[in-house]
């Protein structure tokens, strides 16, 4: 690979992009990766596409490299830099500076991985994310394969037939039930939305030997005033059959 991809600072220029590389001197260019890697140190997340693609810019204007040729230099360089600052003594007075530039260049690193449609990272880190993919992919199957065995116990292979033409009749029951009072003043039900039953219906009930589609039960469970539905369908007189009662037990 060549050396020297990276955008220089002109020696003795007062004028530099703030991404240009080197000194008031210039840059060594067998040092370049340094002086890379020190600007992404104090360098804000971002900020590293455009500082990519600076130098990216100049080596392609150039003629230093193609797009996946610099993409691997830079991937090789920040690993490689990644590896060093792992190998210090975990004890020395520098710790927490390695430690923070691992950090920084690890963000670093998942930009690259954001960009990379060649796979040209090192073959051992792509290996490694694809073995993690799958385990995490292995365990989430595994959840939703336990869940879905869960939920199998509660489907019903036979539901409970309504005579035909007494839908209305059971929906208009279902619905007193749910304004049914305990002798404390308590609802026997409790739910703060109407859709739990629309769905009991649809899941447990057929009618006219087919089933109940959702949305022709949620259509009787809809807003009212007073006793009349502002929308959806209304109950007439002639299914309002049962009237539910609470027992009053004659006292002792």
């Known amino acids: 690979m060549k050396i020297g991809l990276f955008k220089p600072r002109k020696p003795f220029s007062f004028y530099q ?8 001197m210039g840059l060594w260019h ?3 990766d340094n002086h890379f890697l020190l600007m992404i140190y104090r360098m804000e997340e971002e900020k590293f596409c455009d500082y990519y693609n600076h130098h990216l810019d100049y080596a392609l204007e150039n003629n230093l490299a193609s797009e996946k040729d610099f993409f691997r230099h830079v991937s090789q360089i920040v690993q490689t830099r990644i590896k060093h600052y792992e190998a210090q003594d975990p004890f020395s007075g520098s710790h927490d500076i390695h430690r923070n530039s691992i950090e920084k260049l690890q963000q670093f690193q998942d930009y690259l991985k954001s960009i990379d449609e060649w796979n040209a990272r090192p073959s051992y880190i792509v290996l490694a994310e694809k073995d993690e993919l799958i385990q995490n992919q292995r365990t989430e199957i595994e959840k939703l394969s336990l869940k879905l065995r869960e939920l199998t116990d509660y489907e019903v292979a036979l539901k409970i037939m309504i005579d035909d033409g007494h839908l ?8 007193q039930l749910r304004e049914v009072q305990l002798p404390s003043g308590r609802k026997l039900l409790k739910s703060d939305h109407k859709i739990p039953y629309a769905k009991m219906i649809s899941k447990y009930f057929s009618h006219g030997g087919k089933d109940i589609p959702i949305e022709t039960a949620r259509n009787y469970f809809v807003d009212k005033k007073g006793d009349v539905a502002i ?13 539910i009662l609470l027992v009053k037990h004659a006292k002792k």
């Not at 992009?17 to 008031?24: A, E, I, K």
């Not at 929308?231 to 009237?243: C, R, S, V």
């Open 17 to 24: 992009h703030p991404y240009d590389l080197g000194t008031f």
């Open 231 to 243: 929308k959806g369908t209304a109950i007439q007189p002639e299914h309002q059959l049962f009237k």
């Open 30 to 32: 067998s040092h370049d």
């Open 168 to 175: 209305p009749t059971l929906i208009d029951i279902i619905q």
